[in-house]
């Protein structure tokens, strides 16, 4: 069994959304110091303080650990809303999940025509 590399991956989340350190620890609630020890001193983190990274990343536990590529299953158009999507603070977040949800009622609701 290969061992999985915690620190890596959180390295290279935070690459792929090009976040630092500090806005990772904003997102997740943990102390910048702590987690700049996590990841300079490549101490592994506990599972609470993962689980607090990986709520930060917006995925869960077991997105982290996926060694699938399940950014190479989505289309162009996806991917784009992702990169958007990460960049976004959690209020922004939550607006533009309104916004989508309001878009999509509105496209199924097609009144009819007399």
Not at 22 to 35: H, M, Q, V, W
Not at 60 to 87: H, P
């Amino acid at each position: 069994m290969q061992e999985f590399d915690v620190v890596a991956r959180i390295q290279e989340l935070c690459q792929a959304r090009s976040w630092t350190y500090y806005r990772l620890a904003k997102e997740s609630g943990i102390p910048y110091s702590t987690l700049s020890t996590m990841l300079h001193k490549t101490n592994v983190p506990s599972v609470p303080s993962l689980m607090k990274i990986c709520n930060g990343f917006g995925i869960t536990l077991a997105q982290f650990f996926s060694d699938q590529d399940e950014a190479a299953k989505l289309t162009t158009d996806q991917k784009q809303c992702l990169v958007i999507w990460d960049r976004l603070d959690s209020t922004s977040k939550e607006l533009a999940l309104v916004y989508m949800q309001g878009l999509a009622d509105r496209q199924e609701y097609k009144p009819s025509k007399k």
